[in-house]
């Protein structure tokens, strides 16, 4: 999946994925709004940030999350 908002450079945070190149990362947003922090807050606390930036880092969330790898457990081995 392609999230155009969401940039991966070596040289910008180490490489962890920021919004749009800025050194604003995807987990700074998710932190803030785990803590409750408002789409609204988070707007007036990064005043570059835009409302479809927040909800890129929620896409982006979403789909590392589908993208998990799990174990595959044969039936009958759960005990």
Known sequence: MHIDRITHNPTVM???PCIRGLRVTVGTI???LASA???ERILQEYPY?????INA???YAAWRLEEREEPLVEPGLLQ
Not at 49 to 53: C, S, V
């Open 14 to 16: 180490g490489g962890k």
């Open 30 to 32: 998710l932190g803030l």
């Open 37 to 39: 922090k408002s789409r």
């Open 49 to 53: 940030l835009e409302p479809d930036d």
């Open 57 to 59: 880092v929620l896409a």
